[in-house]
């Protein structure tokens, strides 16, 4: 079992950069496939990024594609989005999420552990 905390989001403008951190306790995060997810106002929840255990294969949603940037730190059981030239159209609750599948999964139901949620605001 692992639990996930999410930090990092804010308000900030159009063109501007945000890095959310997930934090993830116990000592099997390493063999964990990652994702980020999003989920805006009266929208279903959407996948952002995911990266695989290994941190060789990595996998975005189109639109972030060029501006975000999933990364992970086995040694601290930390997972990173870096997040640049920030659009309203981002503006969200970021969720990280947590895999014993062995897969690169983009699909929410195949995510097992879910953190709390980090609000990202992008004001035009």
């Known amino acids: 079992q692992v639990q996930l905390v999410e930090s990092g989001g804010g308000l900030v403008q159009a063109g501007d950069s945000l890095r959310l951190s997930c934090a993830a306790s116990g000592r099997t995060f390493s063999s964990y496939t990652m994702g980020w997810f999003r989920q805006a106002p009266g929208k279903e929840r959407e996948f952002v990024a995911a990266?695989?255990?290994?941190?060789?294969?990595?996998s975005y949603k189109d639109s972030v594609k060029g501006r975000f940037t999933v990364s992970r730190d086995n040694a601290k059981n930390t997972l990173f989005l870096q997040m640049n030239n920030l659009k309203p159209e981002d503006t969200a609750v970021y969720y990280c999420?947590?895999?014993?599948?062995?897969?690169?999964?983009?699909?929410?139901?195949?995510?097992?552990?879910w953190g709390q949620g980090t609000q990202v605001t992008v004001s035009s």
């Open positions: 990266i695989s255990a290994s941190t060789i294969s990595l």
């Open positions: 999420a947590a895999t014993h599948l062995a897969t690169l999964e983009t699909t929410a139901g195949h995510f097992r552990y």
